[in-house]
């Protein structure tokens, strides 16, 4: 997973480069079905008894469960990216990166990383609201003390 350029940080990449790495959402969402399909493929295995070694089966429960946790996370990190909340560029992998779009291309929804305006911009929001409820949270002096 790639991540994100911080301001000020170094990189052999310019700003030119960051944008025309945009995240294909039909690559993520089809990666998360090839997860979900070798979950599928471990239980069949299983039900089947066509493992390779009864020591296979006792680990298919345990694989599968972690397989579809991960599956899980990372669909709560796509909603997030989607929703707003999070950066695409915490996204990016070699599988999802996809440029702008071309004449011809499928059609998809493609992700572009924040700028780092966009980064500091959150940042600064999201501490405005972590300092007010902090300010809620203090407790009020008691009347007449």
Same mark, same amino acid.
């Given at each position: 997973?790639?991540? +994100?350029?911080? $301001?000020?940080?170094?990189?052999?990449?310019?700003?030119?480069?960051? &944008? !025309?790495?945009?995240?294909?959402?039909? &690559?993520?969402?089809?990666?998360?079905?090839?997860?979900?399909?070798?979950?599928?493929?471990? #239980? !069949? &295995?299983?039900?089947?008894?066509?493992? $390779?070694?009864?020591?296979?089966?006792?680990?298919?429960?345990?694989?599968?469960?972690?397989?579809?946790?991960?599956?899980?996370? %990372?669909?709560?990190?796509?909603? =997030?990216?989607?929703? @707003?909340?999070?950066?695409?560029?915490? #996204?990016?992998? +070699?599988?999802?990166?996809?440029?702008?779009?071309? $004449?011809?291309?499928? +059609?998809?929804? %493609?992700?572009?990383?924040?700028?780092?305006? %966009?980064?500091?911009?959150?940042?600064?929001?999201?501490?405005?609201?972590?300092?007010?409820?902090? !300010? =809620?949270?203090? +407790?009020? $002096?008691?009347? @007449?003390?």
């Amino acid at each position: 997973m790639a991540e +994100p350029s911080l $301001p000020g940080a170094t990189s052999a990449e310019s700003p030119t480069d960051e &944008a !025309e790495q945009l995240v294909s959402l039909a &690559a993520e969402l089809c990666r998360l079905g090839d997860a979900v399909n070798a979950a599928v493929l471990l #239980i !069949e &295995a299983l039900t089947q008894k066509s493992l $390779p070694a009864p020591k296979a089966a006792e680990q298919v429960h345990a694989a599968v469960g972690a397989v579809l946790e991960l599956v899980q996370a %990372r669909l709560d990190q796509v909603r =997030r990216v989607v929703s @707003g909340v999070e950066d695409p560029a915490t #996204i990016l992998s +070699p599988t999802n990166k996809t440029g702008e779009p071309q $004449p011809g291309d499928d +059609p998809d929804v %493609r992700l572009r990383p924040w700028t780092a305006e %966009r980064r500091t911009a959150y940042r600064a929001q999201q501490k405005v609201a972590t300092d007010r409820n902090e !300010e =809620r949270e203090k +407790p009020t $002096p008691a009347r @007449g003390s």
